[in-house]
Structures are given as C-alpha cells and as structure tokens.
C-alpha cells in the first residue's frame, strides 16, 4: 500500500530518521520544518497520514493539530503525534485537540509502522467515498463536512466486552455519563449482540480469559453488519505485539492499562466522529445514487433507469421462455388540470397516481415516471390477459375515486388511458415498448379512459 506521509518536524535530524524509516517501508514521505507549512500542505490534499511534532518555534504541535480538525477542507486528515512529552496531561491534550494517536519517543519502528498503514488504510477508504460524495454536492445534497467538524462525539451507544466485571464496570462507570454503554461479559454472545444493535463503537479487553481478544475483532471486522463499527482494544502494557497485530487486523485505536479516563474519554469521541462521519458519506453517496434512479416528485423510477432496466428484463424473460408484458399509461386532459388548477395542483395528481400504481402492482413489477404525465410498468413473468385485467383494476381505481388537491381543500375526477403489449417472438426491449406505445396513442384516439392491448 503506497501512502503519502507529512513528516513535520523543526530538527533536521527527527526528520531524517523518521524519513528513513518510513521510506524503508515504501511510504512516500513530504516534510516541513514548521506548522505553517504543514496546514499549507494539508490544504493542498498533498498527504494521507501527518506525523507531528508538538515542540516547534511558531504554532506547536496542538495548535497545529486543532487548525486542521476545525477545517472542514483537512478535518478527516489521520493525525499521529510524535513527541518526547511524555506526562499523561501531554497525551490528552494532544488527543483532545484532535490528534489520531499520541506517541513518545522513543518509538519502536513496529509500532510506528502499523498506526501509519492502519491509519493509511482508513484514509484510503475515506477518501474513496469523500470521492463518491462530490456527485451529492453536485446535485444539491449538503455536504457533511461541516457537520463532522462540529460533532463532539458524545452521546455515541457503546458495547464493552470484558470477561472481567470488574475490568468492565470502571470502564462503564468512566463512560456512563456521556453515553450509552452495553457490557457484555461472555465473548461468544458479544458478536451476535453486535450485530443486533447500531454500536458506535465496540470496546474489546484483550486480556479475555477464555477467548481469544483479538479473534473477535478479527470476527467484528469480517461480518458486514459490523464491518464499520469502531473497535478500541485494551491491552495489558506489555502486550504490544499483540496490539500491532490488532491494528493490522482492523482495530482502530487501542488503550494499554492502567486506563486513564480522561485519554479513554477523548480516544472514544474521536473513534464516534470518525463512525459519524463516514455514515454521512454513505448516506449522502446512497442518497445521490437514489436521486440519480429516480423521479424526484413521485418517487418512481426515472426514464434512464427504465431504459437501462427493461433491456435486462427483456432478456431474462426471452431466455427462460417466460411472458413478459409492458404498459403505457397517460393521465387524460392533463394539461387541463395544469391550467385550470395550477401546477402545483398537476403534481398532487401525479404523486397520487404514482402512489396509486404501486398499490396495484407486485414488487417484481417494474414501475417508471417516463416524462410528464406518462408512466411505464413492466410486468415480468405476466401474460397480456392478466396485464389486461391488472390495467383494468387500476383504470376503474383512477376513475372512481376523486384526487385531492389543493392540500384536501378540493377533489378533481381524472382518467387515464392504458396500452398494453406482450414480449413478442424475437422481440427486444424498443420493440414491445414501441407496440404498447402505439395501442396507448389508439386509446386516446378512441375517447380515452380505457385500456387497449396491442396488435400482435
């Protein structure tokens, strides 16, 4: 995995070494000797992991940290502190500011290593849906990014899974007041209650007694109900291989004991609004996707969905010998409607008929606002005598019963005219929809308000 790392560092020879070191692990390395030109390059997007010094002549290391996670442009950018402050006030206020990871020198090239690539890799997967998101922006859907700077990562619900209840009752008492916070003493339940809820964040002991810790993660990590879920582990002080193997596995962050609360309270609402984040991402990429497939004012599908649907309809039902039927539908007089009522009044109409088709299809049924006021409903596996007797229902319901309008105030009669045709021998998607097509312009030409089926 090649990844861009920021060096930042007043001394010369830090920089060298940690240089050194991270090119001999095939990382590109950019550096700067002070804070300005960090957030300079930060801006740019031209890094994936900062490693920061906090001792430097013009903005420290917690300045610095503070600058990027309050720009919604460098907000996402991993942080990792590398410094020879060793109290634990150092620790959490480096953290507090934002930082991914606080850690003192010296640092074992081991350890160094993993945070980077675990944090590469998780900047990597933002960055593919940061990506994806552009489109939502695009289209009008508000970016999250001003949202994600100003969370502060409380109120996340939490399941803690230690086998020691001791071990798991500090950790709820330190978090109780600020979340919610499930224990889970037994580690073969932890992954079914896991999957069972919507947890912001999962905290694993690794000093399990008869389980293995990291194992679970490993097991939250590969099932796809969890595959997103935050895991912070905690681990004896001498366990750091283990830890390293955990962040290689997916572990996110980690916590050696004896616990400081404070350093536990920060880790926790960082890995909350990291989980917040990317869900936001999610939501507005499926969202875009969404608006991209369908009609924003019935909620059908839209013409390029359909067109690009029907085809693979089509030759699903040609393939397997099964009948397949296409209707056209059209709101009589819609222009009258438009012009008598007002617009506003034509598309409580349309969202109504849109509402009323799907009442009188089944859910294989492929249903589509075309344009204006004509809508299409592919009907695989149908024959053209049930298609025919499907309209029928639904052209009685459009003509018996008034639609609203003008928020309930008033109620207008509309119909509509249906044509219909059946999947022909050796017929392809233009086709079939070209016939149903032509037996709708004969339903309007013959008085409207009926269902007509296509010639053979």
Known sequence: ??????????????????????????????????????LKICERAECDVVLLDVMMPDLDGFEVCRRLKANAATHHIPVVMVTALDQPSDRVKGLSAGADDFLTKPV????????????????????????????????????????AVADTGLQGKILIVDDR??????IHGFLQASHTVDIETDPNEALFHAAESNYDLIIVSLGLEKFDGLRLCSQVRSLERTRNVPILAIADAESGTRLVRGLEIGVNDYLTRPIDKNELMVRVRTQIRKKRYTERLRDNVQMSIEMAITDALTGLYNRRYMESHVGMLVEQAASRGKPL???VLDIDYFKSINDSWGHDAGDDVLREFALRIKKSIRGIDLACRYGGEEFVVVMPETD??????????????????????????????????IGIAALGRDEDAAKVFKRADQALYRAKRDGRNRVVPAAA
């Open 384 to 417: 053209l005598a049930v298609a025919m007797m499907v309209a029928e229902r639904l052209r009685r319901r459009i003509a018996g019963e008034p639609f609203a309008i003008q928020q309930g105030a008033r109620s207008i009669e509309v119909t509509i005219s």
């Open 1 to 38: 995995m090649s990844a861009r790392v920021l060096v930042v560092d007043d001394i010369p020879a830090n920089v060298k070494l940690l240089e050194a070191r991270l090119s001999a692990e095939y990382f590109d390395v950019v550096t700067a000797v002070n804070g300005a030109d960090a």
């Open 325 to 327: 039927t296409v209707l």
């Open 108 to 147: 074992s090239d081991l350890a160094l290593i993993a945070r980077v690539r675990s944090l590469a890799r998780l900047k990597m997967m933002t960055d593919e849906l940061r990506m994806r998101a552009v489109t939502s922006r695009e289209i009008g859907i508000e970016s999250p990014e001003g949202e």
């Open 165 to 170: 209840p001791a071990s798991a009752e500090r």
